[in-house]
């Protein structure tokens, strides 16, 4: 565990205190793309750590943010009925564009536009959660109550 020192692991971190969220960024020098990465670095359960899944609403091509537990695999269904449209996976692209962020480090704050956004109510029963910081190897503990303040999000069971 180290502080970080990736520029976008650093500029997330610079977010993080203008949000007034007192997480500090650690960057591992194993991978934490995965849940289950994240998890084995940290030391924590995989349920404690939030998966930044992005679909689009089909055929409007609207972003949709899922933060899930890392426990649970989505219900799409369950998904599809709060959205109120078909959905579709985002591919790589499109999650470049919604969140500025590649695959394995998608953070859940400091997006360009903001998404119709759904947290996972598995995430409550936790003290502690931990969240990508922009890079597939550094990561910031929070609560899922301040990752619903800042983004929005409606508390959901997903799985
Ligand atoms: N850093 C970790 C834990 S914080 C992380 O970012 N996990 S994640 O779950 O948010 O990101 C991995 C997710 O990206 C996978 O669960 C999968 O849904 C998605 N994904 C992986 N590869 C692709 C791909 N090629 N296209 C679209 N989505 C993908």
Request: net charge negative.
């Amino acid at each position: 565990m180290l502080p970080p020192s990736n520029p976008t692991a650093i500029k997330f971190q610079e977010l993080l205190r203008r949000l007034d969220l007192s997480g500090q960024v650690v960057e591992f020098s194993q991978t934490t793309r995965t849940a289950a990465d994240a998890a084995a670095a940290i030391g924590c359960e995989v349920g404690q750590i939030v998966k930044s899944l992005i679909f689009r609403v089909a055929p409007d091509g609207e972003a949709v943010l899922a933060f899930t537990s890392g426990a649970n695999r989505v219900d799409e269904a369950k998904l599809r009925a709060a959205v109120g449209g078909e959905l579709a996976k985002a591919d790589a692209d499109f999650v470049r564009q919604v969140t500025g962020y590649a695959i394995g480090g998608v953070a859940p704050f400091g997006y360009a536009h903001p998404a119709h956004t759904y947290i996972d109510e598995a995430l409550f029963q936790y003290d502690q959660i931990w969240a990508a910081a922009g890079t597939p190897n550094a990561v910031f503990p929070l609560t899922a109550t301040e990752l619903q303040q800042h983004t929005s999000g409606q508390r959901l069971r997903v799985a």
